[in-house]
Every structure is written in C-alpha cells, then in structure tokens.
C-alpha cells in the first residue's frame, strides 16, 4: 500500500506533536495543512513540504488526501469531522470529539455510515503506566474491581486564557477544566472500570477566575457504572502547579494507585513499585503516548484492524461531562 496522504486542520499547539509524529511515520505523508491565520499555515508547510491551505472548505473540496486529523477549537471538532468523513475521509481528531454528546454520536454515526477510521486523541491510554495498569486489571490477580477514585490539580491563570480568543469561553470551547483538562483522566476511568457509566451527579465552580472567564475552574463527581462499581472524580485548576494526576483503584485482594508512578499494594505497605514517570518539561503530561497512538490508528487502517480508540470508545467520557454540565446549567 502507498503511503497514506494526510491533512491537517488547526496549527496551534497541540499540531506540533501532530506533525512531529506523522514526519517519523513511514506510513503517511503530510500533503495538507490549514489553519485561518495564514503564517501558521505558510510556516507548516515550510516545514512539512505541504500544500497551505487557509480555507478548510477549499482543502476538502481539493479532497486528494485519505486522513485529516483535527487540532481545531472544540467547537469545530464534530462539523470538521462529519464533513470529511461524508466525503470519505479517515479522521483523527482531538479531544473531544464535539463539545456534547449528541454531536459526537453523530460524528460515530458518520464514520459507521461512511465505513472510514474514526479515531480520538485520547493518547494517556498508551502510556506505559495507563497499559501496565490494565493489563493487571484484566489479569485478574487483585480481584475484581470495587470502586475508583481520581484527581487532577493543574494551574492555570488567565496568561492561559488570554493566549487565544476561545479558551474559557462556552461557545468556542464549551466548559473548562472538564471537557478541556481533566477529560483524559475521565477517559482513564472510564476505560479502566468494568461496564458503562450510567448516572453521573457532578458540580461545577469557579472558585479562581469568577467573572474573568466563563467555563469552570473546579469540579467535582460521582460517577456509578451499570457493574455497581462507583467512580469519585475531583479536578481543579487552582493549585500552584500541574501536580501528577492520581488514581486509585481498589479491588478485592488490594489496590493499585498511580501517580506517575505505579504503585500495587497487597496489604498496607506496597508490594509492587513500577516506575514510569515521564520526562519533565512543558506540557510532559502528554508523554509519548500521542505518537504511539497516532501510530497505532495509522497501522489499523493498512491492516484493516479495529482501531483501540474509535469514536465509540470516546463516548463514555464526554456523555459524564454531559451529564454534569446539564445538571449545572440553566
């Protein structure tokens, strides 16, 4: 099979890893990239020996490429995605995949219709400690699963909002610290839970940017999953720093708790220490895991696979933000 032609929309931030990653992946090569601020573009292309576009309606009305991944706004991730996969395109997109859950069923609803690759950035799943993780899980040694707890406390003051014109608003990004932040850590419990959940009671506050901003800066959950198993969830935006995201799962004949590293406990003392803390830097949260998911959705649509992280896995995380939002807005 040749090479699989990309494009990519949104040169921001979150584009760079994009691009870094695809340049090394021997499967694809970037013949695309669009943004509406055209240096951003023109600089993309520069580097990548694309075609600059600043239109996304001309770049899919040029059509000759297979995968657009999305590193737009949020609320241009489920219009973006419909839109190129009812032309046939196979489409990465980052979270969330729409800024409600509807919307991001429809997006499911295009790909089955489509019969094109629909994948979502929920990369945490591929770092190492997240796969040891569940491959204890699914081992069985500690018992089933009774119930999980997690955390995230990250800082972020309005230098993070005044970068861009859509952070913190609720059109352009539709919520705060939940959908945008703490989404991955929400997609890790929901992955790691057995069943679906099925009732979610949550709050929202802003307890740092009251009146500055308009999404939330803290929250809070109990999230109960149809296997009786109940999920607590806390994130706020207010601490000093992005401390390590915690989370704790108890099961019959012990625990496991992760905090950049993992720890499994048999009795009061661990009896298991896995390393897996990443590098530091900015944004080190990400870890590696954006280039080894890009890889792996890349090496199901050559071989034909399931892809691990499909439109329909990114469901269970952004129908509790859902929920949550419906119960704190009027």
């Known amino acids: 099979m040749d090479k699989l032609r990309t494009c990519i929309v949104g040169i921001g ?3 760079r890893v994009h691009i870094e990653s695809l340049l090394k992946n021997e499967n694809t090569k970037i013949v ?3 943004d509406i601020i055209k240096e951003r573009a023109d600089s993309a292309a520069e580097k990548t020996g694309a075609k600059a576009f600043y239109d996304f309606d001309e770049m899919i009305d040029w059509g000759k490429f297979d995968v657009l991944h999305i590193c737009t706004p949020h609320y241009l991730h489920a219009p973006m995605a419909i839109k190129a ?3 046939g395109k196979h489409v990465l997109c980052e979270k969330p995949t729409a800024m409600s859950y509807p919307d991001a069923v429809k997006s499911v609803e295009a790909a089955e219709k489509n ?3 629909f994948g979502v950035c929920y990369q945490n799943r591929y770092n190492p400690s997240s796969v040891k993780i569940k491959e204890i899980l699914d081992s069985k040694k500690l018992g089933a699963v009774t119930g999980i707890k997690g955390s995230v406390a990250w800082n972020r003051d309005m230098t993070y909002y005044s970068q861009d014109n859509w952070h913190g608003t609720l059109k352009y990004e539709g919520g705060g610290v939940l959908i945008n932040q703490a989404i991955h850590t929400l997609d890790l419990i929901a992955w790691l839970c057995p069943g679906n959940p099925v009732k979610t009671v949550g709050s929202v506050s802003q307890k740092r940017l009251k009146g500055l901003v308009e999404t939330e800066d803290t929250a809070d959950a109990l999230i109960t999953f149809d296997s009786g198993v109940n999920a607590l ?3 706020s935006l207010c601490y000093s720093s992005d401390s390590p995201v ?3 799962i108890d099961c019959e004949k012990g625990r496991i708790l992760f905090n950049g590293d993992v720890f499994v406990f048999r009795d009061s003392e661990p009896t298991e220490v896995i390393p897996f803390r990443i590098k530091k830097g900015e944004k080190a949260y990400w870890g590696d895991g954006h280039t080894l998911l890009i890889n792996d959705f890349y090496n199901s649509i050559r071989n034909n696979v399931p892809f691990a992280v499909d439109g329909k896995e990114g469901l269970n995380a ?3 933000i859902s929920d949550i939002y419906a119960q704190n807005r009027n």
């Open 13 to 15: 931030n979150i584009s």
């Open 32 to 34: 695309g990239v669009c």
């Open 85 to 87: 996969m009812n032309t």
């Open 115 to 117: 019969s094109v690759y």
């Open 233 to 235: 969830f806390y994130a």
């Open 246 to 248: 915690e989370i704790q």
């Open 318 to 320: 952004l129908k509790i």
